[in-house]
């Protein structure tokens, strides 16, 4: 496994992520996951299944130290009493007594920044977080949280794939020190199709999934992976063993449009970058 090391967190570079996978199948997938060599899990307290996740990691049988965990504070309960009581409840339905990292899911402007921020490091100061970031902020947010915050943030996780440039956001993470976390790297199954990816795929024997996977690590970034399929599982953890090349990397880098972006839901997406 690679890790990415940013202001003191060493995350691994592939994650499995839950989102929109029902509890049981988070059960099932945690657990025989971590039993194949995954490290790294995401979850949040919206998607409904941390208890789920919780019994996959217990199954699994790994160490705890083992494991890289990630949640995220949804943002109604972003006011300081409200996130503090959401996070014990997370560790509670994750049965652990801290978290690797934790991330604010969207940015909130009914509550104030600051609050944001000083509870981010109030849950980490009292020993339940390890590390904490942001999630779905633009460039000026992540300037700001990072200007608010004792602690350093790690993190932003935000939707990247082949059809989306988010070369600002990770100029703007590298500056502060931070990651940068892809999430929706299938592009909602459209890179599927694709045929330069495909091209590239053939070249190398692999799935048009684990060009994708690759291309993104290889830019020094984290990815997390979603699946119901143990199979898929495994085909995704096998990213490590080849490199693309300049050229490739380019051809991928080029597919970028203007429309690309697919996560953007109202009332949360704050005003994305223009190169985002």
Known sequence: MQFVNANGASIPALGFGTFRV????????VAHVLRNGYRHIDTAQIYGNEADVGDGIQQAGIARGDLFLTTKVWVENYRRDAFIASVDESL??????????????????????????GA?????????VRHIGVSNFNRMLMREAVALSDLPLVTNQVEYHPYLDQSAVIETANSLGMSVTAYYAMADG????DAVLKDIAGRHGKSVAQIVLRWIVQQGLIVLSKTVSEVRAA????????????DEMAAIHA???SAGRIVSPDGLAPAWDDAA
Do not use: C
């Open 22 to 29: 029902p509890g049981p199948d988070s059960k099932r997938m």
């Open 92 to 117: 509670k339905k994750l049965k652990t007594d801290y978290v690797d990292l934790l991330l604010l899911h969207w940015p909130n402007d009914a509550v104030p920044l600051a609050e944001q921020i």
């Open 120 to 128: 981010l490091n109030e849950v980490a100061k009292a020993g339940k």
């Open 190 to 193: 459209k890179v599927l199709s």
């Open 235 to 246: 085909e995704n953890a096998a990213i490590f063993d080849f490199a693309l090349s300049p």
């Open 255 to 257: 597919l970028a449009v």
